[in-house]
């Protein structure tokens, strides 16, 4: 069984900085992906950025350039900075896993991912 837990969240003005890690508890081994996904007042949930066992990242266009995600291995904790932030990036944040490599299809789609955390909301205003 795995376990996460956000935290880092908070509110910011638009263009200001936040960075959310992610812990998690349990054995996560072998090849797995790692991402990061958001949910906004009355939209859908999307994949923000995703990082597999191998490090290689995937990001969604809206984030490209802004957030960062990377991971700590001796601390099992996900990370995602995030800068240049907009109104619109207002949602909650989750962090997510699966097993298996952050391919171009599996990466985003949260229909992919077994485990999640709880949220932790993030408010940018203008």
């Known amino acids: 069984q795995v376990q996460l837990v956000e935290s880092g969240g908070g509110s910011v003005q638009s263009g200001g900085s936040l960075r959310l890690s992610c812990a998690a508890y349990?054995?996560?081994?072998?090849?797995?992906?790692m991402g990061w996904f958001r949910q906004g007042p009355e939209k859908y949930r999307e994949g923000v950025a995703a990082i597999d066992s191998d490090g290689t990242t995937r990001y969604a266009d809206s984030v490209k350039g802004r957030f960062t995600i990377s991971q700590d291995n001796a601390k099992n904790t996900l990370y995602l900075q995030m800068n240049s932030l907009k109104p619109e990036d207002t949602a909650m944040y989750y962090c997510?896993?699966?097993?298996?490599?952050?391919?171009?299809?599996?990466?985003?789609?949260?229909?992919?991912?077994?485990?999640w955390g709880q949220g932790t909301q993030v408010t940018v205003s203008s």
């Open positions: 997510a896993q699966h097993w298996g490599r952050c391919t171009p299809v599996r990466a985003l789609a949260k229909t992919e991912y077994i485990h």
């Open positions: 349990g054995y996560i081994y072998g090849s797995y992906c």
